[in-house]
């Protein structure tokens, strides 16, 4: 036979399910992409600015209650042994993220009480702690490894619709700002409502009791994945807090304003990279899928650089246009962000590699470092160049970022193969079965291993973030 070589099934519908799901995000950043010049006009740079400031907060809360459970979960549900065990993985699942969300109440309720600036906005802060407890229980992770990714996209772009409609309908001026902050964090809650009624006429809605046990296993199934939320969370939301402190709130809006324009790419590929997870762990285990681990990795690092570049083109034109002559300090910085938007490609697809080999120790090694340089910067940078300097740093993280994941897969690839695993890589493959032991009754006789080289199955056996919810705006 002649002519072009056909794709390979695994191929094919790896491709279905990340236009599916890039679907639906793209459906649902049209929100943001539409609100933010309408709340620009509406409520103008200085209020603007101090809802960002209440948004980044809340997206800290939403980073810590995510934990990770947006992988280690979804592992857990692609690999159980029966249905049965569904019930367990929902129920632990859950109860671990609603006891994050009651401890982070309290800190923020702390903050609130003890900081001036926060206080004066203290029924916002109360208001959007509401929100995204509702949110907290979109179970994405459950749809996804149940391999539901048509209703996930429709149920996430379907509330972000609706909460824009609730925008336009109910904000006029800088007095609305509640309603504002409403129509920004409401929509996980109302797509998790449509998610457990689909759920439910499944038959899939299952919540078992659970033990303090199996709820440990849970937080210590996804200890590494939290430690690399909470370092992509502190080169994320922290930004717009530090630079709203230190520059002032219109300083905060014009790099908001610019980082939006990223972020719209950041959530598009970041949920199509968890979504490629399960495809991409059969994938690094079996040496005949390297056709279709190929694929996702150029078409993950070309969308990415695709969004960054046009970005950094149409910055000057699109910036103004679309927020308005009083915007126009945002275009360099938006073109910083395209240019950072590039970088985070590469490390998006290494640190995809990373997560699938099991790596996740790595993964926190290396977001950590990244973080604690961003974090030594940001603040320094924020106050001598206002949110250029802000803009400046999210490109460096990024490349720094790239470079150490870059350097880690060739560390690993250097191994020959069937050499003893990395120091890490041990621990991780150990951990998930030393928390079982200790956190659980000995489990039931091991049937098959996984690709992980872990036991699929109950949350007395082990699996194992690469993208998070985050607040709309």
């Known amino acids: 036979m002649t002519g072009k070589p056909q794709a390979r099934p695994g191929e094919r519908r790896a491709g279905t399910d990340a236009v599916v799901v890039a679907l639906g995000y793209l459906s649902s950043f049209a929100y943001p992409l539409v609100a933010l010049p309408f709340l620009a006009r509406a409520l103008g740079a200085p209020v603007l600015g101090a809802l960002m400031v209440v948004l980044a907060v809340l997206q800290l809360i939403v980073y810590v209650t995510d934990y990770g459970f947006s992988q280690s979960a979804l592992r857990r549900v692609v690999t159980r042994n029966s249905d049965a065990e569904l019930g367990q993985i929902i129920g632990s699942t859950l109860t671990a993220k609603l006891l994050l969300l009651a401890g982070c109440a309290v800190v923020l309720l702390a903050a609130v009480a003890a900081v001036p600036g926060m206080r004066s906005h203290w029924g916002l802060y109360l208001l959007g702690l509401a929100l995204v407890a509702a949110g907290t229980l979109f179970p994405d992770w459950l749809l996804q490894g149940l391999g539901r990714f048509t209703a996930f996209s429709a149920l996430l772009a379907c509330g972000r619709l609706v909460a824009l409609a609730g925008l336009l309908a109910t904000v006029r001026g800088p007095g609305d700002v509640a309603w504002a902050l409403t129509w920004q964090v409401v929509p996980p809650g109302l797509s998790a409502l449509g998610a457990w009624l689909v759920l439910a006429r499944a038959g899939q809605a299952r919540w078992t009791a659970q033990t303090r046990s199996s709820v440990g296993f849970a937080l210590a199934d996804g200890k590494h994945l939290f430690v690399g939320n909470i370092a992509h969370m502190s080169m994320g939301a922290v ?51 390297d056709s279709v681990r190929r694929a996702i990795s150029i078409g993950i690092a070309g969308a990415y650089v695709l969004g960054g570049g046009s970005l950094i ?37 290494l640190s995809l590699r990373a997560a699938a080999a099991h790596r996740f120790a790595a993964i926190a090694r290396v977001t950590t470092i990244a973080a604690l340089t961003h974090l030594a910067l940001i603040g320094p940078a924020a106050h001598l160049w206002g949110g250029t300097g802000a803009a400046a740093t999210v490109l460096l993280s990024d490349l720094l970022l790239f470079v150490l994941f870059g350097i880690d897969h060739l560390r690993l690839r250097r191994l020959a193969p069937g050499a003893d695993p990395l120091p890490e890589e041990r621990h991780d493959n150990v951990t998930a079965a030393e928390a079982a032991t200790a956190l659980e009754p000995p489990p039931e006789p091991v049937r098959h291993r996984d690709h992980a080289g872990l036991r699929p199955g109950s949350d007395a056996e082990g699996r194992d973030r690469l993208g998070a919810p985050s607040v709309p705006l």
């Open 313 to 349: 083109v149409l910055a000057p034109v699109l910036v103004p246009w679309y927020l308005g002559p009083g915007f126009t300090g945002a275009v360099p910085l938006a073109q910083l962000i395209g240019l950072a938007l590039c970088a985070a490609g590469g490390s998006a697809v």
């Open 239 to 289: 930004n717009t807090v530090v630079l709203g402190a230190l520059a002032g709130p219109v300083q905060a809006a014009y790099f908001g304003a610019a980082e939006r324009f990223g972020n719209a790419g950041r959530g598009v590929m970041g949920g199509v990279s968890v979504a490629m997870l399960p495809r991409m762990t059969r994938a690094e285990t079996a040496p005949s899928a």
